[in-house]
């Protein structure tokens, strides 16, 4: 069965930091892999997908994520955090007709001054 | 062009009643998406619709069931509210349902059954 795995409930960086948000999946074919940020009052919004070649996958707002097969993860990066990126993240698998995506429990970021 | 809308945004209901919430795609699109969102479950997938057809329905019972109309907008309704039905639902649409496209998500309405 699919699912995914968001291993961090809660992360506080300072600004200007860099951020990894971690993620573990599990899918029995080859998966399409998501990462989304929710704003608080506000829908999902993609930040990027992963649905095959490059590994490193770059997405919107200066984040990228890793996609490591051996691993099952797909991590999300940021090399310097700002205090708009303060929100919820969550990490999607789903197939490839996108009608039964998987979504991890989310990472609330918190973002210091 | 306008994004995905969905109304109400917010909703007060008691036990035993039934909703009906409303979501318009993005023109263009033919693929809507319902989730359920709640702090216990997270995001759960409800169903998807695509040219007036359900194709796939996630693991919830059948006092949840939608439709969609042939401008792709589509209603989900909910008989016999129950107090975990609250919960934020949340709509979203792409152009063919296919993962490989951008999924744009509405806002969301907000249930609260007392």
């Known amino acids: 069965a699919q699912s995914v795995t968001q291993p961090d409930i809660h992360i506080t960086v300072s600004e200007g930091a860099s951020l990894e948000l971690r993620c573990n999946y599990s899918?029995?074919?080859?998966?399409?892999l998501f990462w989304y940020v929710q704003s608080p009052g506000q829908g999902l919004q993609l930040l990027l997908k992963?649905?095959?070649?490059?590994?490193l996958v770059q997405g919107i707002k200066g984040f990228e994520a890793e996609f490591k097969r051996s691993q099952s993860s797909f991590n999300l990066r940021k090399p310097s955090v700002h205090w708009s990126d303060a929100a919820e993240y969550f990490c999607?698998?789903?197939?490839?007709?996108?009608?039964?995506?998987?979504f991890g429990a989310g990472t609330r970021l918190t973002v210091k001054p | 062009k306008a994004g995905v809308t969905q109304t109400p945004r917010y909703l007060i209901k008691t036990r035993g009643q039934q909703v009906t919430l409303s979501c318009s795609p993005i023109s263009g699109h033919r693929s809507v998406s319902w989730y359920q969102q709640t702090p216990g479950q997270g995001l759960q997938f409800l169903f998807e619709?695509?040219?007036?057809?359900?194709?796939n329905k996630g693991n919830f019972p059948g006092r949840f069931s939608g439709r969609q109309f042939s401008n792709s907008r589509s209603e989900m309704n909910v008989s016999t509210l129950e107090l975990g039905d609250s919960a934020l639902y949340l709509c979203?649409?792409?152009?063919?349902?296919?993962?490989?496209?951008?999924?744009?998500f509405g806002p969301g309405t907000r249930l609260l059954v007392l």
């Open positions: 899918y029995g074919a080859t998966p399409y």
């Open positions: 999607a698998v789903g197939p490839y007709n996108n009608n039964d995506m998987r």
């Open positions: 979203a649409s792409s152009s063919a349902g296919l993962a490989r496209e951008t999924q744009y």
């Open positions: 992963y649905f095959s070649g490059d590994t």
């Open positions: 619709y695509f040219s007036e057809t359900q194709r």
